[in-house]
């Protein structure tokens, strides 16, 4: 099935807009829809064959929001497109929203979420889709069609919609610290039992910090946040980087980035200068100070590379204007 | 194309497709004949419960070979025989994930996948394990099946289809619920019939070669064409030529 051409667009805008309104009342989403008149997109095919084909490829298309990876106020703004686009189909008998097997566990934790959060209306809406049967329960979730293609088609979502993966959190999780936590108490503990002074562990037992846990806390609270901020900064500077072409406003992009940029040239530059001179018995093998052009991209995060990268583009854009 | 069966009840109501039971649409291909249908197959779409038989499937399928008529009946044109290939030659098999799954409900059914086996046996080709069992003792739910995947289905000896399973899916309210109606034909492609040389309106019935009194070799005519050009009044047959019936491959549009 070739892709229907702008679906994708305006579902991504309407949950976009969702998404900004911030909330995840249906109130909110109903008067979106009703703004868009979002109900007209099935009125392109008349017939009754390009109809069928065309409510599935929008259902399947806007039952992939549904789903992980997406963050929880996307995936609840695709429950309500999904509830939206199946009661205003004009299909006769409606056509249904399939759902492949692996994915159902996800789903009712994602019920049970929404129910837990008193999020009754996003609940109330999944009840009332399964109480009208609008599911088809499959082992795939895409529908297979036989017509060799020339090219595979990629799909490309949008990385605002992401939920920004976030790997040390997954990683050091709550149960993972309280675990640690314990264990550190209990280890505490049994030195306390074997030293002299019961009260504390002996000096020559003091092998680790004690505090380490709070510390590990600390830093996966600090890296969240960096992420957070870092993803803002990103979005920031690319809205008024396509919006403006003036040289002001990117030389304040610019001072943004450059800011973090400059301050991480300067440690680098601090640790990199500093050659420690090597003991006499290795005279012949002194570290020399290498100076090299691109060493301090290495390090950089991708976005801030994205944004140096960004910098040569408004020049050329003014000479294709001249 | 399936809305003729959507929503169907059943008559009997111990013919009622149960909850929880298996819905499979599997694509069957054709045999290519026509060298235009090289690239792109044309297929019959099939609904298929899970809890029938691979008989049942095998007897639904459609194909023209099963309608060709063998031998040669330039002298005796009245007496095509009365039985069709599908009566003479019934032995087929399916091809599942390493298994054939033979007919054999007939006496005269053979283990049409008996050369395959030996064949991958005789030497060490890396195929494993091919094995063979009845059809007829399976069902769908049986089997374990890639979705996407070709597997095969041979009948006639050397009739070959590919069949591709494209989804598995739990049966729902709004399908046909009359078992009797399954394995369900949703979507067939419509094959052009050739026409009778002559009158170009009536699809050929017979086909010649060698004819003496036609134009092209081989050549295609309906019954009255045929009769009225190699047949006197009396019957007797006219110039030299070898007749045979002539099935086309568009009868099930």
Request: glycine residues 4%.
């Given at each position: 099935?070739?892709?229907?051409?702008?679906?994708?667009?305006?579902?991504?805008?309407?949950?976009?807009?969702?998404?900004?309104?911030?909330?995840?009342?249906?109130?909110?989403?109903?008067?979106?829809?009703?703004?868009?008149?979002?109900?007209?997109?099935?009125?392109?095919?008349?017939?009754?064959?390009?109809?069928?084909?065309?409510?599935?490829?929008?259902?399947?298309?806007?039952?992939?929001?549904?789903?992980?990876?997406?963050?929880?106020?996307?995936?609840?703004?695709?429950?309500?497109?999904?509830?939206?686009?199946?009661?205003?189909?004009?299909?006769?008998?409606?056509?249904?929203?399939?759902?492949?097997?692996?994915?159902?566990?996800?789903?009712?934790?994602?019920?049970?979420?929404?129910?837990?959060?008193?999020?009754?209306?996003?609940?109330?809406?999944?009840?009332?889709?399964?109480?009208?049967?609008?599911?088809?329960?499959?082992?795939?979730?895409?529908?297979?069609?036989?017509?060799?293609?020339?090219?595979?088609?990629?799909?490309?979502?949008?990385?605002?919609?992401?939920?920004?993966?976030?790997?040390?959190?997954?990683?050091?999780?709550?149960?993972?610290?309280?675990?640690?936590?314990?264990?550190?108490?209990?280890?505490?503990?049994?030195?306390?039992?074997?030293?002299?002074?019961?009260?504390?562990?002996?000096?020559?037992?003091?092998?680790?910090?004690?505090?380490?846990?709070?510390?590990?806390?600390?830093?996966?609270?600090?890296?969240?946040?960096?992420?957070?901020?870092?993803?803002?900064?990103?979005?920031?500077?690319?809205?008024?980087?396509?919006?403006?072409?003036?040289?002001?406003?990117?030389?304040?992009?610019?001072?943004?980035?450059?800011?973090?940029?400059?301050?991480?040239?300067?440690?680098?530059?601090?640790?990199?200068?500093?050659?420690?001179?090597?003991?006499?018995?290795?005279?012949?093998?002194?570290?020399?100070?290498?100076?090299?052009?691109?060493?301090?991209?290495?390090?950089?995060?991708?976005?801030?590379?994205?944004?140096?990268?960004?910098?040569?583009?408004?020049?050329?854009?003014?000479?294709?204007?001249? | 194309?399936?809305?003729?069966?959507?929503?169907?009840?059943?008559?009997?109501?111990?013919?009622?497709?149960?909850?929880?039971e298996l819905?499979l649409?599997?694509?069957?291909?054709?045999?290519?004949?026509?060298?235009?249908?090289?690239?792109?197959?044309?297929?019959?779409?099939?609904?298929v419960l899970g809890s029938q038989e691979l008989t049942q499937l095998?007897?639904?399928?459609?194909?023209?070979?099963?309608?060709?008529?063998?031998?040669?009946?330039?002298?005796?044109?009245?007496?095509?025989?009365?039985?069709?290939?599908?009566?003479?030659?019934?032995?087929?098999?399916f091809?599942f994930?390493?298994?054939?799954y033979?007919?054999?409900?007939?006496?005269?059914?053979?283990?049409?996948?008996?050369?395959?086996?030996?064949?991958?046996?005789?030497?060490?080709?890396?195929?494993?394990?091919?094995?063979?069992?009845k059809m007829e003792d399976y069902t769908f739910n049986d089997l374990?099946l890639?979705?996407?995947?070709?597997?095969?289905?041979?009948?006639?000896?050397?009739?070959?289809?590919?069949?591709?399973?494209?989804?598995?899916?739990?049966?729902?309210?709004?399908?046909?619920?009359?078992?009797?109606?399954y394995?369900?034909?949703?979507?067939?492609?419509?094959?052009?019939?050739?026409?009778?040389?002559?009158?170009?309106?009536?699809?050929?019935?017979?086909?010649?070669?060698?004819?003496?009194?036609?134009?092209?070799?081989?050549?295609?005519?309906?019954?009255?064409?045929?009769?009225?050009?190699?047949?006197?009044?009396?019957?007797?047959?006219?110039?030299?030529?070898?007749?045979?019936?002539?099935?086309?491959?568009?009868?099930?549009?």
């Open positions: 099935m070739s892709a229907v051409p702008g679906l994708q667009a305006d579902c991504e805008e309407l949950l976009g807009a969702f998404l900004e309104a911030d909330t995840v009342r249906f109130e909110r989403f109903a008067e979106l829809w009703r703004e868009r008149r979002f109900h007209t997109i099935f009125y392109g095919r008349i017939r009754a064959l390009e109809r069928n084909k065309l409510t599935k490829k929008t259902l399947e298309l806007a039952q992939q929001y549904f789903l992980p990876p997406y963050a929880f106020q996307i995936r609840v703004g695709a429950l309500y497109l999904l509830y939206g686009l199946y009661n205003t189909q004009l299909c006769q008998p409606k056509q249904k929203i399939r759902i492949a097997l692996r994915d159902w566990p996800e789903i009712q934790r994602f019920q049970q979420d929404l129910i837990d959060s008193q999020h009754y209306d996003a609940a109330y809406i999944f009840r009332t889709l399964r109480l009208a049967r609008a599911f088809h329960f499959t082992a795939m979730p895409k529908l297979l069609n036989y017509r060799t293609k020339k090219k595979t088609e990629e799909n490309e979502f949008k990385e605002e919609f992401k939920e920004p993966s976030n790997r040390v959190n997954s990683l050091i999780t709550n149960d993972l610290l309280e675990e640690l936590m314990n264990i550190h108490d209990h280890y505490q503990k049994m030195k306390c039992v074997i030293s002299a002074d019961k009260s504390q562990p002996d000096k020559a037992l003091s092998l680790i910090k004690d505090d380490f846990v709070v510390n590990l806390k600390d830093v996966a609270l600090d890296y969240q946040e960096w992420q957070q901020n870092r993803m803002k900064l990103f979005l920031n500077a690319k809205e008024t980087g396509e919006t403006s072409k003036k040289k002001e406003e990117e030389t304040l992009v610019e001072s943004e980035g450059s800011e973090r940029a400059n301050a991480l040239a300067r440690i680098k530059y601090k640790s990199y200068s500093a050659v420690i001179e090597a003991s006499k018995s290795r005279r012949h093998r002194q570290v020399r100070l290498e100076s090299s052009e691109s060493g301090s991209n290495c390090g950089k995060s991708p976005s801030k590379s994205e944004k140096n990268s960004r910098r040569p583009q408004p020049a050329g854009r003014r000479d294709s204007l001249e | 194309q399936e809305s003729h069966a959507i929503g169907r009840r059943p008559d009997n109501p111990a013919d009622l497709v149960e909850e929880g819905l649409t599997l694509n069957i291909f054709y045999p290519v004949i026509f060298q235009k249908h090289k690239d792109h197959k044309p297929y019959q779409t099939v609904f095998r007897d639904s399928i459609s194909c023209v070979s099963d309608l060709q008529i063998g031998g040669e009946f330039s002298n005796q044109p009245d007496q095509a025989p009365e039985h069709i290939s599908k009566d003479l030659y019934k032995s087929a098999f091809y994930e390493g298994i054939f033979n007919d054999r409900r007939y006496s005269e059914c053979r283990d049409l996948s008996r050369t395959i086996t030996e064949w991958s046996e005789s030497h060490d080709r890396g195929y494993g394990n091919l094995q063979s069992v374990s890639k979705i996407g995947f070709p597997y095969l289905f041979c009948h006639q000896g050397n009739c070959e289809h590919i069949i591709i399973i494209t989804d598995i899916r739990l049966i729902h309210y709004d399908d046909c619920l009359d078992r009797t109606l394995p369900l034909l949703i979507k067939k492609h419509w094959l052009c019939t050739r026409k009778c040389f002559v009158c170009k309106m009536y699809t050929a019935r017979w086909v010649t070669n060698k004819d003496s009194l036609a134009p092209e070799d081989p050549c295609f005519f309906c019954d009255v064409c045929f009769r009225m050009l190699h047949y006197d009044a009396e019957g007797n047959k006219l110039g030299e030529f070898l007749a045979y019936p002539y099935v086309d491959p568009g009868i099930f549009n």
